[in-house]
């Protein structure tokens, strides 16, 4: 199962460089969303309830992409799961096109709410999990931000309110891939111990690889009786040797000898 999980994720990395090359000039977030790879394979390929031919069924898992920015990851997921066309998928960022730089509220394609401007995420995700509560819908929320994104104060004041409303049906994950628009986090503003600052705000706190799927799965599947949170530990561009841990791929325009490199790196493991 893990080989299989680990095979799709490879071809949800293609996909990705396929729709950041077909975006030409206008660039793409290629780095922050090869980063979520693992993350979205493991949501959408294991762990939800998701059925790619009823997305809006009610009993339905929702995700929030808060880090909207990290769409393609996403979008290489629905692909995956036959929910986007090959000749849809080179439409990103095109005219129209249904495939946003940022995630647009979209109840076909299960795309729950628009998001692009950080910190807003985790607000929508906690009314979200206490309406499914206050509604006796055993659903969950499950909400991904950046480490960066954490720098809002809005995810905080959400946070306080999932652990004061007892929201154990609500799984935040942090893809700490230590970099953020201009700078490494660390430059900008630390949150570090960040695993400890959820912990404070009474979330069931674990730390794990965020490019280890059999972790993920691990930790996404635990029951607890508080909010979750999942500090999943991440290299921005994963995948592609010239965009790892590199700033300036955080938003970039593919070359094609560049796309080429980056395809050949990684078919290498499909």
Known sequence: MIDDLNKIAAKMR?????MAYSAGKSGAHI???LSLTEIMTALYFSVMNFNPQNPGDDCRDRLILSKGHGVMAQYAAMKQLGMISDDELLSFKHNNT????HPSMNSEMGIEFSSGSLGQGLS???GCALALKLKKN??????????????????????MLASFQKLNNLTVIIDKNNIQYDDFTENVLSMNPLD????????DTEIVNGHNIEQLLQVLNKKSEKPTAIVAETVKG???????NNPQWHNGILSKELFDTAINEIGGVL
Do not use: H, Q
């Open 138 to 159: 055993n659903s969950r929320v499950y909400v991904i931000l950046g480490d960066g994104e954490c720098n809002e104060g809005s995810v905080w004041e959400a946070a």
């Open 238 to 244: 994963k995948g592609v040797s010239f965009m790892e």
């Open 31 to 33: 780095g922050p969303a």
């Open 98 to 101: 249904k495939l946003y730089a």
């Open 14 to 18: 293609v996909d990705m460089l396929n």
């Open 196 to 203: 400890k600052k959820w912990e404070s705000f009474g979330f």
């Open 124 to 126: 929508l995700g906690v």
